[in-house]
């Protein structure tokens, strides 16, 4: 039996909730999804609200994700020890609220969710990554597991799909809300995406006015950045994965734009 995962880019925004309430439960009728993983950390912009992760969840996410804006809204902070449907980096420092990987029930048994940030250009210094996955490894007892790398540079995402590389069932990477076109299965089984991409306003950049960032990088007086306007995406990465080895079938982009948009 195989167990369709759903990995949902980073939600940016009012744009990428509304969007997640109109269309997530329609991606996972479409493409027969099992399990849905969603990245919530842009929810109000740079970081995540109780109520924001309860219309995620409501919408129908399994887990949501979270990254380098994990803290930003402090009024998340007991939401993270209370719901358990919620991770964090499992790599920042252990006395930080919430948890960094879970252990959840699916049709083919039990679903292990690991939630990793990278170190490269993220201004701060979390624990060594690919050393912690390797001691949370030791840990988990399940057969399909699942990990998120939300980190800046492509270089430290393929390595860690490398290094996991038929040790875990896929990995994927969140955080530069720009979808890549490497899904694959990696040589010893593994599903891979270096980014999922986002799900938020189409005509922006990163999910803002394009002409606000613009003027950001002139060196201009600007603004609070604002949501762009316009139609929206959900941008997405299916993995299909055999519910007895643990290893992934497929992995192929399921990305969803509105009518008034470009499509590629």
């Known amino acids: 039996m195989d167990l369709k995962v759903l990995a949902v880019g980073d939600v940016v925004g009012t744009p990428g909730l509304e969007r997640v309430s109109r269309s997530l439960r329609y991606l996972k009728r479409t493409t027969g999804a099992d399990f849905v993983v969603v990245n919530g950390e842009n929810a109000s912009g740079v970081g995540i609200t109780p109520q924001q992760a309860e219309e ?15 803290f930003n809204r402090r009024e998340i ?16 420092a252990p006395q930080t609220p919430g948890k960094g990987w879970a252990v959840f029930d699916s ?26 996955i390797d001691k949370i ?15 800046e540079a492509t ?8 290094m996991l590389d038929g040790r875990v069932s896929a990995v994927w990477g969140t955080h ?13 089984g593994t599903g891979y995406v270096t980014d999922l991409g986002m799900t938020g306003p189409v005509w922006s950049v990163l999910g803002v006015k394009a002409q606000q960032s613009i003027q950001k990088f002139r060196g201009d007086l600007t603004s609070r950045y604002q949501w762009a306007d316009g139609p929206t995406k959900m941008e997405a990465v299916l993995f299909t994965i055999d519910g007895g080895t643990g290893l992934c079938r497929s992995a192929e982009r399921v990305d969803l734009y509105d009518e008034a948009s470009a499509r590629r």
């Open 107 to 132: 049709k083919c048994g039990p679903v292990a969710v690991i939630d990793l940030i990278g170190r490269c250009g993220m201004d701060f210094g979390p624990d060594n990554p690919f050393l912690m």
């Open 77 to 92: 902070v007991a939401y993270l020890d209370d719901c358990p449907q919620i991770l964090r980096p499992a790599n920042y």
């Open 137 to 151: 490894l030791k840990e988990v007892d399940a057969r399909i597991v699942l990990v998120e790398i939300h980190a």
């Open 155 to 162: 270089s430290e995402k393929l390595a860690m799909g490398y």
């Open 176 to 188: 530069t809300h720009v979808p890549t076109a490497d899904a694959m299965i990696l040589p010893k």
């Open 56 to 70: 995620i969840l409501d919408s129908g996410a399994d887990v949501i994700t979270l990254g380098n804006h994990s």
